[in-house]
């Protein structure tokens, strides 16, 4: 049965003033606009978000980097450094609940809109902050992008081949950096929401690329701690052939805990790249000895070579080696279809392209299309988490400036006025 609060969105009445660029800050802020905040995007006059025009697929419209991440959004041009877009700004923070920023150290404090500032013009105003690095940190003053972070999170000295020429700190496709960051962000925004009601005011949430990168590395951590006290990690795949250094060393496609997993061959991988699929083999006896049948090993079951989980770490190479006897067999789709059933853990290595096909993910609501004014439809990815009572419309990003006369309207500007910050070029001509 319909509930009362069906497609009631969550932060209904929520207005976020939003002068976040590119992705870290755009991430969090798309995500508070699809649960239902007014989110008004402040852009530079005449060239907005640098997004815009990064990466162009067609030379004339706004590029999909930017359209990803900025849907559901309003967007006015409004140039913060003059006194007339300060006192715009101000307006608008006098009737906000959130104010969020990404620029680099320090330029939100030059332009008269640090905290302490922001918090004296409104004080039920969450102020939320991205920048690269903690104010404590060395390296606070330093700009920071995705790769940035990767590598300073610990996600790249971790991540890729540990041994031959493709040893490198090797950064993740995901974006750890960027959009991770613009996700924890959006905890702390919402927890800080839930604060201001029993305290009446808002709060202070800073939010360092590097922590967001770190908090998603704690196995890593683990890792160089067992490293300093035990010196061997017997589930990475040097073990047990090669020394370990004083350093969490890469692990290719190690599963990290203990059990065993690898990423194995599937028929055609000579010409497709991505004819892969990942299996677990689980520690437990009963989930091992499915395995094992599914995977046509029945005498691996009660082997002691095999039939523990240390045992197993010590043999790793002569398992994976087993377990692809039967991938390399087989379509990657009908392995995960057969040892799925069996129980065992399993995955397709998917393609974007393949992702972009799925059809049960548009069911999900997981991959949208959305109908961009001039340029027609294009697909995105929705927002993440499903709530049963509140399903998002996703709708198109803001051309530059599309809601700035709308916006001053709002703020009680007159025709005459907002035609001569126009003309001034406080905002768009
Ligand atoms: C992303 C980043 C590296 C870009 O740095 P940048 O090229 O210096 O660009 P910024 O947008 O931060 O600042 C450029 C200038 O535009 C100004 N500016 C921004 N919006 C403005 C507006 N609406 N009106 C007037 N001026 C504006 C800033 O005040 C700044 O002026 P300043 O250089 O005189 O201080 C940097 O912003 C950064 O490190 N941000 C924090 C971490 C982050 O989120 N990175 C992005 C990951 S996707």
Redesign the pocket.
Known sequence: MASNSENIAPLKGIKVID?T?????PSCTQMLAWLGADVIK????GNGDPTRKELLDYPNLDSLYFLQLNCNKRSIE????SPA?KEILTKLLEGADMFIE????G?AD??GFSWEEVHKINPRVIYGT???FNDESPFASV????PVAQCAGGAASTTGWWEGPDDVPTQSGAAL??SNTGMHLLIGLLAALLQRDKTGEGCFVQQS?QDAVLNLCRIKLRDQIMLNNIHVLKHLPQYPNEKFGNTVPRAGNVEGGQVLGWCYKCKGWETDPNAFVYIVLQNEAKAFAEACQALGKPEWINDPKFNTADARQLVKDEIHKGVEEYTITKDKYDVVNILGKAGVPCGPVLSMLEIMGDKSLYQAGTLVEVDQPERGKFVTIGCPPKLSTYTPQITPAPALGENTVEVLKELGYTDAQIAQFAADHVTSK
């Open positions: 002068m660029q590119v992705q870290s800050g402040i852009e530079r006059v409004l140039d913060v450094k877009g990404n620029l680099h150290p330029a030059e332009l991205i920048k690269g700009k920071a992008f995705e950096g960027d690329m």
